[in-house]
Each structure stands twice: as C-alpha cells, then as structure tokens.
C-alpha cells in the first residue's frame, strides 16, 4: 500500500538531534554562536566526549522521540583524542545507515561529518544544508511508518486474504 503523503505547514521546520564531539565539533558549534553565524534553529546539541561514544541506540531514540534527522560531529580522521573514535564510529555509522536503509529511512536522515574545532562556519553550513534536505523529505512521521509496517505485516500473515484473492482479477468468458 502506497505510503500516505503527509503535507506539513509552510512553518514547519525540522528537529534534528546533534551529537558532537568536546574537542572539536561541539567547540566549532560555540565558535559559530559566539561569531553571531546564523543557522536552523531546529537542531538541539548532544556532547559526548568523542564521536566514538555514540551508541547507535542513541540514533534510534532520537528519531523515535520525535527527531526528523540526526546529525553526528566528530574531529578529522587522525585528530581523535582518543586515538581511534572517529573510526570506530565511522565503521558503525555505515553499519547504521544500512540497517536505517533497511528500515526504510531515507539516507539524509543521519550524516556523519568531521568539523574541527576552527571550523565554525562549517557547522552552520552543515545544520542548514541538512535541514533543508529534511524539509525536502518532510516529517519523519515515525508512528505513521509504524502503522503502515503493522498494516504491511498484518496483509502477510497466515490467513490474511492474499491480494490477488483482495482485488480478483474478472474471468474472461470464452464462449
Ligand atoms: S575525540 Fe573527537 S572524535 Fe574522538
């Protein structure tokens, strides 16, 4: 069954759910409100110590909480403080995305970036390019989704009425 498409109101404007690394990505988010940079006011800043940290669990309550998009922060490939974090987490944001793919979550609804802490400008590009890719796609609509699956799940149970036998092809009379 063809998902219901869900116009949201001209104000509607994304949540998403940052999760930025101390030493970098969430110092470049500071530099960026201190320096007066103008980005979405819809993204809400997580810090964890290091990228590395990220549970994908996390991800998955963010968006079932109400988030429309989740964006992960971490230091530049070899500027991790903890040595590794950022390569541990970029091994599971793939693993993440995948599975999300599967689940039928669209690609742009978790980004991963690496945004030191100089990069201040970085961020507000970041937060704004992606909150216009989620206003693209609208609403996550997570309990939508989820009626939609139950629907999907209930027509493919033993017993349900195939969808041949639901929408009968007419016979065609050869006399
Ligand atoms: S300390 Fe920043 S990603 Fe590890």
């Given at each position: 069954m063809p998902s219901e498409i869900i116009t949201p109101p001209a104000s509607w404007s994304p949540r998403i759910v940052a999760f930025f690394c101390n030493w970098c990505t969430y110092t470049a988010a500071d530099l960026a409100g201190v320096s007066r940079m103008k980005y979405a006011p819809g993204v809400r800043v997580i810090r964890l110590?290091?990228?590395?940290?990220?549970?994908?669990q996390f991800v998955f309550d963010a968006l079932r909480q109400g988030a429309d998009g989740v964006l992960i922060g971490g230091c530049h490939p070899g500027d991790c403080h903890y040595s590794e974090g950022n390569y541990r987490m970029l091994r599971r944001f793939r693993l993440l995305r995948r599975l999300l793919a599967d689940l039928g979550?669209?690609?742009?609804r978790v980004r991963l970036e690496w945004i030191s802490a100089a990069e201040g400008d970085r961020v507000r590009v970041v937060v704004n390019e992606m909150t216009e890719q989620l206003r693209a796609l609208g609403p996550l609509d997570l309990p939508g989704r989820i009626s939609e699956w139950n629907r999907e799940l209930a027509g493919n149970a033993p017993g349900a009425p195939s969808s041949a036998a639901a929408s009968p092809v007419p016979e065609v009379s050869h006399a």
């Open positions: 110590m290091c990228s590395g940290r990220l549970d994908p979550y669209e690609d742009a």
